[in-house]
């Protein structure tokens, strides 16, 4: 006999989870049933420069750990020590002086070397953000290509003897913590994107960091608007969300303002209601995680008035756990018809969810989660604009950047295809941006015209 599906709450689990005090109150929690991102609900040691996270991010998939920061002292010690043939200290001395010049930036190493990127230190923040990028877009089958590229033997003997005196780096078999990847579309591009990075180490080296800050914003950016959807999001490709270039003016009433930032930065916003909506909706004891389409999915083969009615009990203790610190007269709440009873209460646990942030104490803890986003974004990939405010932001080697990872092995690439390859990838450019994109490219003499269609025209690959 067959066991039916069911959709049961556990509201012991809740309580315990949230930490139910018999006095009210509770603390909302995350990551326990639904993992869906690194963020924690306090400002402390945002991460918005991402050098220590490509540190962790190479460890990782390197299968390396490292339990010091580098001494520099020690470090030109060691080398000077490889080199015995001094006249006198005093040339020593400047044997250190000339490699703290050529291999030390302040107190770091500097990337000579795809090795070099694993001793670059990382805080347990740029660690936590490292292992989220691994979990949900990087895949075991480009294991082999890490591993040569990895281990490519170069004959420069001081860079041997630099590598020798570094400390010690040992094997480690790196089991990052599972996140739930919401947007597999965006691994699969990540995987194709990833491995063409590896083919070359100069390549890599140069565009690591970018290529990691560009699918985090991606994979953001993206999340963001899908959850705002629920049931309704397509998982199988980007929604427009339009950049301006670095280098060009805008206005109001560009494309690129109206659905960039301006229309961002809401989603982002809520992203913390999304995560404590399924961390409530995943206490249901089935050992899967479930987004929003498949809580959708598994209510549509049930009871809906059964499913509505464990929603409502969800709702119920959680509203009477918060108490008399927040006014649910004014909760605003737009009765969602889709066409299912139970699921049509997510919308309005949402919004329980969400309202405690705008009319309670609790509006710090909801701004400190979503500036763990908005920080980066605002400096990696944003550009205040005067009274407009932000504008998403691509740089001219930002462009250079993607037409070499969009055009890969091949010599060129219809203009038109490469936009939408662009877009493939979340960037959305306007009818102005895409000229001023062209303009570059015929600065940068790799625009080949047989016409003035874009059927016609060819972007030839960037070496």
């Not at 953001?220 to 003016?249: G, M």
């Not at 930065?265 to 209601?273: G, I, M, N, R, Y």
């Not at 390859?421 to 959305?428: D, T």
Request: glycine share 4%; proline share 1%.
């Amino acid at each position: 006999m067959i066991e039916q599906i069911r959709y049961k709450i556990n509201f012991e689990e809740i309580r315990k989870s949230f930490q139910f005090k018999e006095t009210g109150g509770l603390t909302n929690s995350q990551g326990k049933k639904y993992r869906l991102l690194p963020y924690k609900a306090n400002e402390n040691n945002l991460v918005s420069n991402f050098k220590g996270v490509v540190g962790a991010f190479s460890r990782g998939i390197s299968n390396k750990e490292i339990k010091e920061k580098i001494d520099v002292n020690l470090f030109l010690d060691k080398v000077a020590e490889k080199i015995h043939d001094y006249e006198n200290e005093s040339s020593k001395e400047k044997f250190k002086d000339i490699i703290e010049t050529m291999f030390i930036d302040g107190d770091e190493l500097v990337n000579f070397n795809i090795k070099a990127l694993n001793y670059i230190y990382s805080t347990k923040q740029e660690e936590n953000i490292a292992n989220f990028m691994i979990s949900v877009l990087y895949s075991k089958d480009l294991d082999n290509g890490i591993h040569r590229l990895y281990n490519i033997n170069k004959d420069n003997i001081l860079y041997k003897s630099v590598l020798q005196s570094l400390p010690e780096i040992k094997e480690k078999s790196n089991e990052v913590e599972k996140y739930n990847c919401y947007l597999p579309f965006i691994k699969e591009l990540f995987i194709k994107d990833f491995s063409f990075l590896m083919q070359n180490e100069e390549t890599y080296k140069s565009y690591i960091k970018r290529f990691i800050e560009f699918y985090y914003m991606f994979y953001i950016t993206q999340l963001s608007i899908k959850l705002s959807q629920f049931q309704e999001a397509d998982l199988t490709r980007p929604d427009l969300i339009y950049y301006t270039l670095d280098w060009e003016k805008t206005s109001k009433n560009r494309t690129a303002y109206r659905l960039g930032w301006q229309c961002l930065e809401p989603k982002v916003s809520d992203l913390f209601s999304h995560v404590i909506t399924l961390e409530l909706l995943n206490h249901h004891g089935q050992e899967k995680q479930l987004g929003y389409i498949e809580i959708h999915e598994l209510f549509r083969s049930l009871d809906e008035n059964d499913v509505a009615n464990e929603i409502n009990q969800i709702i119920e203790i959680y509203k009477n756990q918060l108490g008399n610190d927040i006014d649910w007269d004014t909760l605003q709440h737009k009765d969602i018809s889709t066409g299912n009873k139970g699921f049509d209460k997510v919308y309005y646990l949402f919004d329980v969810v969400k309202h405690q942030f705008k009319k309670s104490t609790r509006t710090r803890a909801n701004d400190a989660y979503k500036n763990w986003f908005i920080k980066f974004a605002k400096e990696n990939f944003a550009k205040r604009r005067g009274q407009l405010g932000y504008n998403l932001n691509i740089t001219e080697e930002d462009i250079i950047f993607l037409t070499k990872v969009c055009i890969k092995n091949r010599e060129k690439i219809k203009l038109n295809l490469l936009f939408s390859e662009f877009e493939k990838r979340g960037v959305f450019f306007d009818k102005d941006s895409k000229e001023r994109v062209i303009q570059l490219y015929e600065k940068l003499n790799i625009l080949e015209k047989k016409s003035d269609s874009g059927d016609a025209q060819y972007v030839k690959s960037i070496l």
